[in-house]
């Protein structure tokens, strides 16, 4: 895969003393965000008069010599192995965008992968975005797991990301998300609530802990369908907390399908069969949003209709089910 650009020495002009290194790098490195090199410099890539530049928002002098390492260019791609190259939008305007995120894309850079995030392509796509939530998170307003598909909405201005920050932060935002889960549930509607925490164990993943141990989390299952070992559910999360559906689901000993993280520490009621349709990916999808608009003060929906590698699934079951 060819780089985004070549690495490069770049020598920094008297007349721009003063100016952020990031901003220095957006004007010489053509087609590059601003995201994309804040990231290469977190990682060390950038040289400043032979010395790794301390951060992305590092005061020139001027008269120095860049030197920028040009990494493998990270193209995201969808579980099936697509190019993921631009946004589907489903709402713009000067204040705010949504979009129907594909599963397999980052939202922001980490240190493992530069660029190709949704913060990239919004940049690329809407020009420069506010970065309330730090560098690199350029009108990032939430977040959803790189293999969850769905409804994400992030802020044009400043003023707007605020604001929408402040509705999630506050429990104002109704969301709902569909999922495919192992078993039937006894239950019709089920609130689960309680605390998540960092599993001691495992501490890349979380689990449900006593109070104390974590953060309180709370959620709202709804059984849509019962499809002979499988459920077709709707989750309705009042908090935000990381991985929270996927833990309260396997906590529930309804792990989603697909979810190679979180499973019950059981055997699977009924494993999939193997001539099922093949998602790549746990079956989590972000279907709807309802806030309020920060310009209007009106309340807005947004949805996203249930990818076709997850419907392609649920048709399968249904069939199955009906047998």
């Known amino acids: 895969m060819k780089p985004l650009f070549e690495s490069q020495s770049i020598h920094v002009s008297a007349d721009s003393e003063g100016k952020r290194l990031d901003l220095l790098l957006v004007e010489r490195l053509s087609g590059v ?27 020139l002098k001027g008269g120095e010599k860049i030197l920028v390492e040009a990494p493998e260019a990270e193209v995201a791609t969808t579980p099936a192995g697509r190019p993921i190259r631009t946004l589907d939008v489903l709402h713009e305007d000067e ?13 922001h850079p980490t240190d493992r992968v530069a660029g190709g995030t949704v913060a990239d392509l919004a940049q690329d796509r809407f020009g420069e975005l506010p970065e309330v939530q730090g560098e690199g998170r350029a ?7 790189r293999l969850t598909s769905g409804v994400m909405i992030l802020g044009r201005t400043t003023e707007a990301l605020e604001n929408l920050k402040l509705q999630f932060k506050e429990r104002r935002v109704q969301k709902t998300y ?19 925490g960092i599993d001691i164990r495992r501490r890349d993943r979380y689990r449900v802990t006593d109070e104390g141990g974590g953060r309180e989390a709370a959620t709202l299952v709804e059984v849509r369908e019962r499809l002979s ?11 935000g ?4 559906l996927r833990v309260h689901l396997a906590h529930l000993g309804h792990p989603i399908v697909g979810d190679r993280v979180y499973r019950h520490p059981g055997a699977l009621p009924v494993p999939v069969p193997d001539d099922a349709p093949t998602m790549g990916r746990q079956a989590l999808h972000a279907a709807r949003l309802v806030l309020t608009h920060p310009e209007s003060g009106q309340e807005v929906s947004f949805e996203a209709s249930m990818p076709d590698d997850m419907s392609s699934l649920l048709e399968y079951l249904r069939e199955r089910a009906s047998d």
């Open 241 to 244: 907390r990381t991985h929270q």
């Open 178 to 196: 569909l999922a495919l889960c192992h078993g039937e549930p006894r239950f019709d509607n089920e609130w689960v609530r309680g605390f998540i």
């Open 139 to 145: 009108g990032i307003v939430h977040r959803l797991d």
């Open 95 to 107: 204040h705010l965008i949504v979009i129907d995120k594909p599963a397999g894309l980052l939202v």
């Open 33 to 59: 965000s601003r995201s994309h090199i804040q990231t290469l410099i977190k990682a060390g890539r950038v040289m400043v008069d032979e010395e790794r530049a301390a951060r992305p928002g590092q005061r």
């Open 229 to 239: 070992g499988f459920s077709y559910i709707a989750a309705h999360p009042k908090t």
